[in-house]
């Protein structure tokens, strides 16, 4: 803020010194006085000028510093040529010191940070520079000053500088709107600025010039334009962003388009005023030798454009082949990793669409991989349910993985194979992500068929042992219920224990039987399910009404929290689920703890959860625990009780029902159990017969 209020007071103060100026050069004054005005004011602008952008250039770093300090070596130069006329009265000598400044103002203006530009490039702007300023020259020297010629003695030295002083104010003054095209907008007042001094340069040298030497004196409007050069050079150095700031650490270069439009509308238009104002045979010496300097610029910026094109193309062909060859390299080490998996893999896109399938999916559903590309996954090989209806896609884990995000585990499927016959799989279904955006979704699948015969086989042997020692066992249980109660007669109280020992180890073992046999009937769906509407308070009372004694037994509270809706179940099964959570919950919960019960509609399910402050569940063994004689830790069977089968229980009475069981957890703090059943409208339900629903526990 303050060095914006600083160049303002500068803008302020050039502008009132140059108003003075102008006052003075325009007036009535004789012109001697004119004249030793401008010896005074030419060179004093010269020299704060000057001094401006070296003080400038000390505040500078890098190519910026080095930039200043040359316009500043240019300033000082100008101002020594001038002072050297005006005393002695030549202008060879200053013009010449001119010139040299000039060129000097060429290397200072190449050397102003702008975007990454090659040798090339720099090359090209220094002809464009050439080809508007010749052209600027070119237009001038037809239309302003037609009958412009040599003299008859011959073109001295002082006239070919001069009118070369012109031609390279030109060219600074195209580098300079070049540079400004190539920099940042926060940069380009202070190039505007130097683009506008040398402008007013060159309009004064072209006066000077066109002229004579001899015709021109000084004390004229004609000085305005040094001095006001002068004077926006320095201005230009006194702006906030002649310093520069921070840049980026790479920026790409940028395009040459407005350079190059600007340069060739400068050309054509000088082009069609030579046509219009030149007739044939009456051409203008000094023009003519413009004109051929314009036409030699154009055609080496021509030149140097094809040459630099060429190399760029046979560059980029080279990185195209090497870029080429990286990409089919990782393309078939990709195609080598996927051929190599023995797992199934396809991926689809946002639209379930399939975009790829490795060699081992599709052989294990039977279908030639190109045939299952672009074809709907779902609908391709997802097996109907029991009843030949198709499962819905919105439920399927690749519309949840699409749609949600949701990566699904261990899912169990079953697809359906080209020659029909399904093929039972695990699955795991992941979205495919571009940063937040999700393109797809990509599913490995493994074809299960040996694994499930080998449950199968183990299942059936598991069913046959348990059946074969119930009958034995029953008979076991019963005798020594006989003994304890005395009926082969009194025995010692050693005997006693030992008995009570053996028939409670027999009714665990009765227990871990009955459990095995239910999860067979629930998973073979031989376990009667009647089905009913019930209110889900009902039988959440039900259940803690059964676990009550359980958690006086053990100092834990049960608490029914908030409890809405109605559900479509068969309460029995619904409540022996609800006491196989509530009696975990309670098991594992430290005395004088509260466990919390609740209940709420889920839109088409009613959410059951059971809510403990125990020692929690790791976050491997959450999906673990509902599978058969899975417990979270060894020493549970010891400590607490249960034979494992519990949770698979209630995992198969919940799915017969068409809903959900999981588990969330916090190690250390507690964990929640939550499943879904079906819901029942409340509305409908104030409609039905009284007898519609069962009571619990009929």
Same mark, same amino acid.
């Given at each position: 803020?303050?060095?914006?209020? /600083?160049?303002?007071?500068?803008?302020?103060?050039?502008?009132?010194?140059?108003?003075?100026?102008?006052?003075?050069?325009?007036?009535?004054? %004789?012109?001697?006085?004119?004249?030793?005005?401008?010896?005074?004011?030419?060179?004093?602008?010269?020299?704060?000028?000057?001094?401006?952008?070296?003080?400038?250039?000390?505040?500078?770093?890098?190519?910026?510093?080095?930039?200043?300090?040359?316009?500043?070596?240019? &300033?000082?130069?100008?101002?020594?040529?001038?002072?050297?006329?005006?005393? =002695?009265?030549?202008?060879?000598?200053?013009?010449?010191?001119?010139?040299?400044?000039?060129?000097?103002?060429?290397?200072?203006?190449?050397?102003?940070?702008?975007? #990454?530009?090659?040798?090339?490039?720099?090359?090209?702007?220094?002809?464009?520079?050439?080809?508007?300023?010749?052209?600027?020259?070119?237009?001038?020297?037809?239309?302003?000053?037609?009958?412009?010629?040599?003299?008859?003695?011959?073109?001295?030295?002082?006239?070919?500088?001069?009118?070369?002083?012109?031609?390279?104010?030109?060219?600074?003054?195209?580098?300079?709107?070049?540079?400004?095209?190539?920099?940042?907008?926060?940069?380009?007042? %202070?190039?505007?600025?130097?683009?506008?001094?040398?402008?007013?340069?060159?309009?004064?040298?072209?006066?000077?010039?066109?002229?004579?030497?001899?015709?021109?004196?000084?004390?004229?409007?004609?000085?305005?334009?040094?001095?006001?050069?002068?004077?926006?050079?320095?201005?230009?150095?006194?702006?906030?962003?002649?310093?520069? &700031?921070?840049?980026?650490?790479?920026?790409?270069?940028?395009? #040459?388009?407005?350079?190059?439009?600007?340069?060739?509308?400068?050309?054509?238009?000088?082009?069609?005023?030579?046509?219009?104002?030149?007739?044939?045979?009456?051409?203008?010496?000094?023009?003519?030798?413009?004109?051929?300097?314009?036409?030699?610029?154009?055609?080496?910026?021509?030149?140097?454009?094809?040459?630099?094109?060429?190399?760029?193309?046979?560059?980029?062909?080279?990185?195209?082949?090497?870029? =080429?060859?990286?990409?089919?390299?990782?393309?078939?080490?990709?195609?080598?990793?996927?051929? /190599?998996?023995?797992?199934?893999?396809?991926?689809?896109?946002?639209?379930?669409?399939?975009?790829?399938?490795?060699?081992?999916?599709?052989?294990?559903?039977?279908?030639?991989?190109?045939?299952?590309?672009?074809?709907?996954?779902?609908?391709?090989?997802?097996?109907?349910? %029991?009843?030949?209806?198709?499962?819905?896609?919105?439920?399927?884990?690749?519309?949840?993985?699409?749609?949600?995000?949701?990566?699904?585990?261990?899912?169990?499927?079953?697809?359906?194979?080209?020659?029909?016959?399904?093929?039972?799989?695990?699955?795991?279904?992941?979205?495919?992500?571009?940063?937040?955006?999700?393109?797809?979704?990509?599913?490995?699948?493994?074809?299960?068929?040996?694994?499930?015969?080998?449950?199968?086989?183990?299942?059936?042997?598991?069913?046959?042992?348990?059946?074969?020692?119930?009958?034995?066992? =029953?008979?076991?249980?019963?005798?020594?219920?006989?003994?304890?109660? &005395?009926?082969?007669?009194?025995?010692?109280?050693?005997?006693?224990?030992?008995?009570?020992?053996?028939?409670?180890?027999?009714?665990?073992?009765?227990?871990?039987?009955?459990?095995?046999?239910?999860?067979?009937?629930?998973?073979?769906?031989?376990?009667?399910?009647?089905?009913?509407?019930?209110?889900?308070?009902?039988?959440?009372?039900?259940?803690?009404?059964?676990?009550?004694?359980?958690?006086?037994?053990?100092?834990?509270?049960?608490?029914?929290?908030?409890?809405?809706?109605?559900?479509?179940?068969?309460?029995?099964?619904?409540?022996?689920?609800?006491?196989?959570?509530?009696?975990?919950?309670?098991?594992?919960?430290?005395?004088?703890?509260?466990?919390?019960?609740?209940?709420?509609?889920?839109?088409? !399910?009613?959410?059951?959860?059971?809510?403990?402050?125990?020692? &929690?569940? %790791?976050?491997?063994?959450?999906?673990?625990?509902?599978?058969? !004689?899975?417990?979270?830790?060894?020493?549970?069977?010891?400590?607490?009780?249960?034979?494992?089968?519990?949770?698979?229980?209630?995992?198969?009475?919940?799915?017969?029902?068409?809903?959900?069981?999981?588990?969330?957890?916090?190690?250390?703090?507690?964990? =929640?159990?939550?499943?879904?059943?079906?819901?029942?409208?409340?509305?409908?339900?104030?409609?039905?017969?009284?007898?519609?629903?069962?009571?619990?526990?009929?």
């Amino acid at each position: 803020m303050e060095r914006g209020s /600083s160049f303002r007071r500068w803008v302020f103060v050039t502008g009132g010194w140059l108003l003075a100026v102008t006052v003075v050069l325009s007036s009535g004054l %004789p012109e001697s006085s004119r004249a030793q005005v401008t010896s005074v004011v030419l060179p004093v602008t010269a020299v704060v000028a000057a001094t401006s952008c070296l003080l400038t250039s000390r505040r500078s770093t890098g190519r910026r510093r080095r930039a200043w300090a040359l316009l500043a070596a240019a &300033g000082y130069i100008g101002f020594g040529g001038n002072a050297v006329g005006f005393m =002695t009265g030549t202008t060879t000598t200053g013009d010449l010191a001119y010139i040299g400044a000039l060129l000097i103002g060429v290397l200072a203006l190449l050397s102003f940070p702008s975007t #990454p530009v090659r040798a090339t490039s720099v090359a090209r702007m220094v002809l464009d520079g050439v080809v508007v300023g010749g052209s600027v020259l070119v237009v001038a020297a037809v239309a302003v000053f037609p009958d412009l010629e040599t003299s008859a003695g011959g073109t001295t030295l002082g006239e070919v500088v001069a009118l070369l002083m012109p031609i390279v104010d030109a060219v600074l003054a195209t580098l300079a709107v070049v540079l400004i095209t190539r920099s940042s907008r926060s940069e380009r007042v %202070p190039l505007v600025l130097v683009a506008l001094s040398f402008v007013l340069y060159a309009m004064s040298d072209l006066s000077y010039a066109l002229l004579g030497i001899s015709a021109f004196t000084f004390g004229t409007p004609v000085d305005l334009g040094w001095i006001t050069g002068y004077a926006l050079g320095g201005l230009a150095a006194r702006h906030p962003a002649a310093t520069g &700031g921070p840049r980026p650490a790479r920026r790409e270069e940028s395009t #040459p388009v407005a350079a190059t439009i600007l340069t060739f509308a400068v050309f054509l238009a000088a082009a069609v005023v030579w046509v219009v104002n030149v007739p044939a045979g009456s051409w203008n010496v000094v023009a003519v030798l413009l004109w051929l300097l314009v036409l030699v610029a154009v055609a080496a910026r021509q030149t140097i454009l094809v040459l630099d094109n060429e190399r760029l193309r046979r560059g980029l062909e080279r990185r195209v082949r090497a870029r =080429t060859a990286e990409l089919r390299a990782v393309t078939r080490s990709r195609e080598l990793m996927l051929s /190599s998996v023995g797992d199934g893999i396809y991926g689809v896109d946002r639209d379930g669409r399939v975009t790829f399938v490795n060699p081992a999916g599709a052989r294990t559903l039977g279908f030639a991989a190109r045939e299952m590309v672009g074809q709907d996954a779902h609908g391709l090989f997802h097996a109907p349910g %029991p009843d030949g209806a198709p499962f819905p896609f919105d439920s399927c884990y690749i519309a949840e993985a699409i749609r949600d995000g949701i990566t699904a585990s261990a899912e169990e499927d079953l697809y359906r194979r080209a020659d029909g016959k399904d093929v039972p799989v695990e699955v795991t279904a992941s979205p495919l992500r571009d940063g937040a955006v999700v393109l797809g979704a990509v599913v490995v699948f493994r074809d299960v068929t040996q694994r499930r015969e080998v449950d199968r086989l183990k299942n059936e042997f598991v069913s046959v042992i348990s059946h074969e020692l119930r009958t034995p066992l =029953t008979s076991i249980r019963g005798s020594l219920g006989l003994l304890a109660g &005395g009926a082969a007669g009194p025995i010692s109280d050693q005997a006693r224990r030992m008995v009570t020992i053996a028939l409670g180890s027999s009714e665990r073992l009765t227990r871990l039987i009955n459990d095995i046999l239910e999860v067979e009937r629930m998973e073979a769906g031989a376990a009667p399910i009647e089905l009913a509407d019930h209110d889900v308070r009902t039988v959440l009372a039900a259940a803690v009404d059964q676990v009550q004694g359980l958690a006086d037994a053990d100092g834990v509270s049960v608490r029914l929290g908030d409890v809405t809706g109605r559900v479509h179940a068969d309460a029995d099964r619904v409540v022996q689920t609800l006491i196989n959570l509530l009696g975990n919950a309670i098991k594992f919960s430290a005395r004088g703890s509260q466990v919390v019960v609740a209940a709420r509609p889920a839109g088409e !399910f009613v959410e059951f959860r059971v809510v403990d402050h125990g020692r &929690g569940i %790791p976050p491997d063994r959450l999906e673990m625990i509902f599978g058969r !004689f899975e417990q979270v830790d060894s020493s549970d069977a010891r400590e607490k009780g249960g034979t494992g089968l519990g949770l698979a229980i209630s995992r198969s009475i919940v799915e017969r029902h068409g809903g959900r069981i999981w588990a969330q957890s916090t190690p250390g703090e507690g964990s =929640t159990f939550f499943m879904t059943l079906p819901r029942v409208d409340e509305e409908a339900t104030t409609t039905a017969s009284p007898t519609g629903a069962d009571p619990v526990g009929r």
